[in-house]
């Protein structure tokens, strides 16, 4: 994709020396040489990314970012600031602003972020297109997914509800195991009957058992009556064992009965139950494993694995966040009564950097608090929870290669105190230098800025 990249800004030499190195990457340029100018310029639709000076006449650098931040959100715009004006540019990232640079300018710098934010772009301008796909394919049986890898799933999905082979599916915490059950069931022949859930650690092992498998009256302590268990309850229709790894083996030779008889007795009784039930199971252990370490006999685990889903984590398919993303946010936004029109190149490309370890479920909550802390009508970065927008920042520190330790460090100091909003005590912890020597070096860089100029 070819991008155009507007500099504004009031010096010739800048404007022209900027220009010339974005050139050399393929990005096309347009300039303007005050804030009204290229305010006027962004109106004709086709800028992806502006480089704005902050102290310009007519119209700042503030009013500029002020105006694109409220009527064009999505394109990241960084900022230009003078020596020893890292007030000017913490305030700029307050207000929107993707990222700053001091002059003298450091091009490779530069480049690095305009690319970075270029790619936040590209995420971004798809939320429209994401929204519209979302809304016209809608998803599969409310499972939200793209990648290749879902839909490899959902392929197996619909060949395997017709059946009633007892599907096994395995994957980490929160990647939507519960939802491909449903599907299953949902797209099945038995889908007017009942779909009975058990989530099995929930359950010591004889309440399991009589809650699997039902009681008699008078079974033990407190039958008071006989009991109905799920597998009966679940007669034609679909059981869901979720967590199926943490069963012992007790249980596990009943159900191995039930798989292969299709029968059991409830507990303290001698009458024989006849059931037609599916059986679909669900865990986050490695059940090979289970099975070679003795924990988990063999011979279920091949009854349960007649069809096996996995289901991979989240940073593995990472094409389905900027789906699911869209999808949280118009579902949050509706149940909250606010109007979220999308989501800015930064906070998008810190959800997408991430690595999600509680998968859909975190990046779900991690939405809905978005939406919730949202005060606007675009989610900024500042709206994630801390150890998300901070593990972007963190990523978000560009050192070029070939520069000094020196250089390195003054970028290293100066990008984390815009981070950190300003606060020197917080910076200076985080870094593990004294508060002294931070204050030492922030003088000694706008001295240096001070000299180059
Ligand atoms: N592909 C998806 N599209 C939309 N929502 C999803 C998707 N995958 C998961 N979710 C949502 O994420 C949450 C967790 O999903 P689910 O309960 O199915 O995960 P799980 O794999 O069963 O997790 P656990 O092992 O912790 O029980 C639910 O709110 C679910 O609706
Ligand atoms: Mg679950």
């Not at 800004?9 to 040489?33: C, F, H, P, S």
């Not at 779900?364 to 150890?387: F, H, Y």
Request: charged content about 30%; glycine content about 8%; aromatic content about 4%.
């Amino acid at each position: 994709m070819q991008y155009t990249i507007l500099i504004i800004d009031d010096e010739k030499n800048i404007r022209e020396g900027l220009a010339a190195a974005l050139e050399l990457e393929d990005y096309t340029v347009a300039l303007a040489a005050d804030g009204k100018a290229g305010l006027e310029r962004i109106q004709k639709g086709d800028i992806d990314l502006v480089i704005t000076d902050l102290r310009m006449p007519k119209i700042s650098g503030e009013q500029v970012l002020a105006k694109i931040a409220a009527e064009n959100p999505g394109i990241p715009v960084i900022v230009l600031t003078g020596h020893g004006s890292i007030d000017s540019a913490v305030d700029a990232m307050r207000n929107g602003a993707y990222d700053f640079l001091t002059k003298p300018l450091n091009l490779d710098q530069l480049i690095l972020i305009v690319k970075r934010a270029l790619q936040g772009r590209e995420l971004a301008l798809k939320h429209k297109e994401l929204q519209e796909e979302l809304n016209s394919r809608k998803s599969f049986e409310s499972i939200i997914g793209k990648s290749a890898e879902m839909q490899r799933i959902f392929e197996t999905v619909r060949k395997a509800a017709s059946s009633k082979a007892s599907v096994l599916i395995t994957g980490e915490s929160g990647v939507g195991k519960e939802l491909i059950a449903n599907a299953l069931h949902n797209l099945s022949p038995r889908h007017e009957n009942p779909m009975i859930k058990v989530h099995c650690a929930a359950l010591s092992e004889s309440l399991l058992e009589s809650e699997l498998f039902g009681h008699e009256k008078g079974a033990f302590t407190g039958a008071l009556a006989r009991k109905r268990g799920r597998f009966e309850l679940a007669h034609k229709g679909t059981i869901f064992l979720d967590e199926i790894g943490e069963i012992d083996q007790n249980v596990q030779i009943k159900i191995l009965r039930v798989l292969q008889d299709k029968r059991f007795e409830r507990v303290g009784g001698e009458e024989t139950v006849e059931v037609d039930v599916r059986l679909i199971t669900a865990t986050n252990r490695d059940l090979e494993k289970e099975v070679a370490e003795g924990r988990f006999r063999e011979d279920l685990y091949y009854r349960l694995n007649v069809v096996h889903i996995h289901v991979p984590p989240l940073r593995e398919r990472r094409d389905d966040i900027p789906l699911l993303i869209t999808a949280f946010l118009q579902e949050f936004a509706k149940e909250n009564g606010k109007n979220i029109e999308g989501i800015d190149a930064r906070a998008r490309a810190a959800l997408y950097k991430f690595d999600w370890p509680g998968n859909i479920r975190q990046l779900r909550n991690c939405l809905e608090s978005a939406v919730v802390m949202c005060s606007g009508s675009v989610i900024k970065l500042e709206d994630l929870p801390p150890t998300i927008a901070g593990n972007a920042e963190a990523d978000s520190i560009a050192v070029p290669a070939g520069i000094t330790m020196a250089e390195a460090e003054k970028i290293i100091i100066r990008q984390n105190l815009a981070i950190n909003k300003g606060n020197k005590s917080k910076t200076a912890d985080i870094l593990g230098i004294g508060r002294k020597t931070l204050h030492r070096k922030l003088d000694e860089y706008a001295e240096e800025d001070g000299n180059a100029t």
